[in-house]
């Protein structure tokens, strides 16, 4: 199983180098991820810079080999979990929350390339690579910020894998917080998002409660939920505010449901 599972990702590694040493270089980083997980390394090593074609068209991609980048790409290119139903409008705005290295901007891209991006990050160091990676999508914006129930400053934890940081009270860092009512009125264009992506490790569970007037102002959530916030705290405020919620997603999709007239 493992087996075959390297062995799609060496695949992709090579089809989406837009270069051979790219190729080459990406599908011998994805190895030494895997081999790093095996011997249980948890530093964070240096970006490297690939050239890939992951758009439909060739840019730059910096990724770390060891501590989560390589891991993410893959989930992410692989597995098709932050896919929006089918069926629904084209996105014209699509807000990241929790947008890592840009990644899964890169993965939305592919899908909508005419959309506005509005990518936050709290992370110091992801954040730097997210603007890197993103450069080649002029209608990105980044927000350097943590997702929060209110706007301010809160603390960070950013010594789990790159993909795991999140909000605590033993954090070492002190960073930037933003509420999505915040978030919108200040970037989305016309005040509204068609498309809002959520993978906030564990904020959810502060940010899924209470008022929450900017649901009146998004037509589509993917959520990726971290225990102990379970599917059903997700289902209930959803439902509660004029969404479905869709079976069949990876991941768990909340759409608004269409008014009849």
């Given amino acids: 199983m493992e087996l075959a599972q390297y062995a799609r990702e060496v695949a992709f590694a090579l089809s989406r180098g837009s270069t051979l040493p790219s190729k080459l270089r990406l599908a011998n980083a994805t190895l030494a991820f895997h081999l790093s997980n095996a011997v249980g390394a948890t530093h964070k090593s240096v970006p490297k810079r690939y050239r890939v074609n992951l758009i439909g068209r060739p840019h730059d991609l910096w990724l770390r080999t060891v501590g989560g980048d390589i891991f993410v790409l893959h989930e992410v290119f692989g597995s098709g979990c932050y896919d929006p139903p089918t069926g629904l409008p084209a996105p014209r705005t699509i807000v990241d929350l929790g947008a890592n290295v840009g990644l899964t901007t890169l993965y939305f891209a592919s899908k909508s390339p005419g959309a506005q991006f ?21 209608q990105a914006v980044i927000v350097e910020a943590a997702v929060a129930k209110s706007s301010g400053t809160v603390a960070f934890d950013d010594t789990r894998p790159t993909w795991g940081g999140g909000i605590t009270c033993g954090g070492r860092l002190r960073v930037a917080a933003i509420s999505i009512d915040d978030l919108i009125t200040r ?21 899924l409660s209470g008022p929450m007037h900017w649901l009146d102002r998004v037509s589509c959530i993917v959520a990726e939920l971290h225990p102990p916030f379970t599917l059903e705290q997700f289902r209930g405020p959803m439902i509660a505010r004029g969404f479905d919620i869709i079976a069949g997603q990876m991941l768990p999709t909340a759409v608004r449901r269409r008014r009849t007239v």
Avoid: F, T
């Avoid at 509005?118 to 997210?130: F, G, K, Q, R």
């Avoid at 068609?194 to 502060?206: H, T």
């Fill in 118 to 138: 509005i990518c936050v990050e709290p992370d110091p160091s992801n954040a730097e690579l997210l603007r890197r990676n993103v450069r080649v999508l002029p």
């Fill in 187 to 207: 970037y989305a264009p016309e005040g509204m998002v068609d498309l809002l992506k959520m993978d906030i490790e564990g904020a959810e569970a502060d940010v």
